[in-house]
């Protein structure tokens, strides 16, 4: 079994609680599930998290009742623990801690405007519901130790299980079945699943940057996008490696490969701590432009990896985040061309001040042969 650092869950909630006052409410309820197992290592499908100034109220349903003591125990998180069997009881449990709450926090990116009028006319009569953004998200762009080995568990995990099937794309597969292997590798490895829906994009699929598997089969001399990740222990990793069997059948698609190694390159040159997201998209775009293809590289440079796969900071032209050490992001430049398939290279790193640690380790070799 691995043995990670431990994560400073119990911190978490002190952290947001002193956000409440800047946010201009007197408490928070917390509805994304994401953000509640930041905040208290619960896993489950079913919870709602009021903190308040003075303590936390964890609601769930029956079927957590046991899984939310011991994991919020695990976590050493202290909370009021209530089960409700209803939704009326869940009601009631919140009703009662929120009295007195004259500003109630909603997170804005996690209610539906039907919850929102729910909470309004019938659960928080009494208190002003104060839409919120960003709070736990922003406490979760910064990475603590017990963090990084998670997701670096998760990239060793995605780099070994292409090691053991890279071969199979001689073989004849279907995109569907090599993602199909890809997958389970990554799970007998150790992950619990793969982070996203596995990529793999063959030929002239390769030009639509999410391409889904198909049955088409891979053929020789054509590039094949493989993006894909792995999940351990609820964190994700995020890897892209463009392979061909036996070279590319075009200079052009040599070309393209080139260009977006040398991108990429630059890309990750740029991370470190105080550089600005868009600086280090700039970095990426400005080779791929100076190579004659800047309307063929179709979407941002990165994105931050956590607990969801896609999440702060963002690298991309209209980031306004600025890189500190602790952030984890990737660096994925592409080019696209209809005519010759597509071409996209992604490491996920941990910025550090004077660079950063790349996690995802697979080599970038082409040919697979």
């Not at 209530?82 to 990116?109: D, M």
């Not at 393209?256 to 390159?265: N, T």
Request: glycine share 12%; hydrophobic share 40%; aromatic share 4%.
């Amino acid at each position: 079994m691995t043995l990670y650092r431990p994560m400073d869950v119990v911190g978490r909630v002190p952290r947001l609680r002193g956000l409440l006052g800047e946010a201009d409410c007197d408490a928070l309820l917390v509805t994304r599930l994401v953000n509640i197992r930041y905040l208290t290592g619960f896993t489950g499908s079913a919870a709602l998290l009021l903190v308040r100034p003075d303590g936390v109220l964890f609601v769930t349903d029956g079927r957590y009742r046991d899984q939310s003591v011991i994991e919020l125990g695990e976590a050493g998180v202290e909370a009021e623990i209530l089960v409700g069997l209803t939704a009326g009881k869940q009601k009631e449990h919140l009703q009662g801690a929120a009295a007195g709450v004259a500003r109630l926090g909603l997170e804005a990116g996690g209610v539906t405007w039907a919850q929102q009028r729910k909470f309004d006319a019938d659960w928080f009569p009494d208190a002003e519901l104060v839409p919120t953004e960003g709070l736990a998200e922003g406490l979760r762009k910064v990475k603590d130790a017990g963090e990084v080995d998670r997701m670096a568990d998760a990239a060793a995990i995605a780099d070994a299980a292409l090691a053991k099937v890279r071969h199979r794309l001689a073989d004849g597969l279907t995109e569907e079945q090599f993602a199909l292997e890809l997958d389970l590798e990554m799970r007998r490895g150790g992950a619990t699943g793969p982070s996203f829906e596995t990529i793999v994009a063959s030929g002239p699929n390769g030009a639509k940057p999410h391409h889904r598997p198909s049955r088409r089969r891979i053929e020789r001399r054509e590039l094949v996008v493989v993006d894909f990740g792995a999940v351990v222990d609820g964190y994700c990793s995020d890897m892209t490696r463009t392979l061909c069997v036996g070279g590319p059948a075009s200079g052009t698609a040599q070309r393209m490969v080139d260009v977006v190694a040398e991108s990429q390159r630059a890309g990750v040159e740029a991370v470190r701590a105080g550089v600005e997201g868009k600086a280090v998209d700039g970095a990426c775009r400005d080779v791929i432009a100076e190579a004659g293809w800047a309307d063929a590289f179709l979407h941002s440079t990165g994105h931050g990896v956590g607990l969801e796969i896609h999440e702060d900071p963002r690298v991309a032209s209209t980031s306004t985040d600025t890189l500190v050490a602790g952030h984890v992001v990737t660096v994925e430049p592409g080019v696209y061309l209809a005519d010759h398939g597509g071409v996209r290279i992604e490491d996920t790193m941990v910025v550090t001040e004077d660079g950063c640690r790349i996690l995802t380790n697979a080599p970038k070799e082409l040919t697979v042969s």
